[in-house]
């Protein structure tokens, strides 16, 4: 079955990095959509950042110029690359795939970043 787990949260001071990973096993990597997603409590989760099926990346207008989405297909992984963070990034960040023939998602456990000095 599909299984997704995450790592690289935690806690950084305001303007510090992190970077979190998503490793996918029991996919073809190719046939899924993938990205990043966030909540914090009391709010919906938010896209942060995404590959379309055409291999695009789209990203939430808040994390555009520091964060970026990157994939090593040899390593089913997905990547997102956060700079300049700041306190209003905190949140529980989850990877979401998405298989493009049936639309079927499939989500991470979470991992928790919080930005704070």
């Known amino acids: 079955q599909v299984q997704l787990v995450e790592s690289g949260g935690g806690l950084v001071q305001p303007g510090g990095s992190l970077r979190l990973s998503c490793a996918a096993s029991?996919?073809?990597?190719?046939?899924?959509?993938m990205g990043w997603h966030r909540q914090t409590p009391g709010k919906q989760r938010e896209l942060v950042a995404m590959?379309?099926?055409?291999?695009?990346?789209n990203y939430a207008e808040s994390v555009k110029g520091r964060f970026t989405i990157s994939r090593d297909s040899a390593k089913n992984t997905v990547y997102l690359q956060m700079n300049s963070l700041k306190p209003e990034d905190t949140a529980v960040y989850y990877c979401?795939?998405?298989?493009?023939?049936?639309?079927?998602?499939?989500w991470g456990q979470g991992t928790q970043v919080t930005v704070s000095s």
């Open positions: 979401n795939f998405r298989k493009i023939a049936t639309a079927q998602n499939f």
């Open positions: 029991g996919i073809i990597f190719n046939a899924y959509v």
């Open positions: 590959f379309s099926s055409g291999g695009r990346t």
